[in-house]
């Protein structure tokens, strides 16, 4: 079975993208194992201590090599990514050995897909600016059927998003596109 690695863009306890990333986690039962990149421990980024990297750094590396696919659920803030989102990619961007620079990174190749839950652009800017930002760093990210997800009135006022049969497709088909994608 394939692996695929889930990135979370938000750190929001009763976060929609999370409660999306679940949906599709029971999508893909039985179709791929997937697992959550834990970052809580992850370091803002700061050359001063990039090597030797700190271990969480590290082990997020480690997990990313590993993974056949990333699959990042991300909302959309202020018409882009979330900083955290950004400085989890700026680590994985830099070379693993400061004295080989022109090494391939752990993104290099690495298939991506792309998930987002917001506002009326059901997150169409920050899904554009995270495929211009990794194809830039050489990972191979899936551009035909990403799922934009424009969240239900009652996700605003009373927290609970209610995905349409419609959307809930999408994110089936997205799964399946994803997972020939990877056979590739
Ligand atoms: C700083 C900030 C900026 C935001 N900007 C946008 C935006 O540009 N477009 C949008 O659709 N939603 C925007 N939102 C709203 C979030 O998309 C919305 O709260 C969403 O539910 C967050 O995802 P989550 O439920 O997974 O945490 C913004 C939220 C924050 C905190």
Redesign the pocket.
């Known amino acids: 079975m394939k692996k695929i690695l889930f990135i979370i863009g938000?750190l929001?306890k009763a976060?929609?993208?999370?409660e999306v990333s679940e949906l599709v986690k029971n999508m893909l039962k039985g179709k791929a194992e997937v697992t959550e990149l834990d970052y809580s421990s992850v370091p803002l980024i700061n050359q001063d201590i990039e090597y030797p990297a700190p271990q969480a750094v590290a082990e997020m590396r480690r997990v990313v090599a590993d993974a056949d696919g990333v699959w990042i659920f991300s909302?959309?803030?202020?018409?882009s990514y979330p900083g955290h989102v950004k400085n989890i990619i700026d680590w994985l961007s830099r070379p693993v050995d400061p004295a080989c620079r022109t090494a391939p990174t752990v993104l290099a190749g690495k298939k991506f897909t792309i998930t987002g839950?917001?506002?009326k652009?059901a997150?169409a800017a920050c899904r554009k600016q995270l495929t211009t930002l990794l194809t830039a760093l050489k990972a191979d990210v899936m551009v035909e059927g990403q799922t934009g997800i424009a969240?239900n009135l009652e996700a605003w006022t009373e927290g609970r998003m209610i995905l349409t049969e419609t959307q809930k497709s999408q994110l089936a088909q997205q799964a399946g596109r994803f997972l020939n994608y990877m056979e590739a």
């Open positions: 938000s929001r976060s929609f993208n999370r909302p959309e803030y202020n018409y839950a917001g506002g652009g997150t969240l």
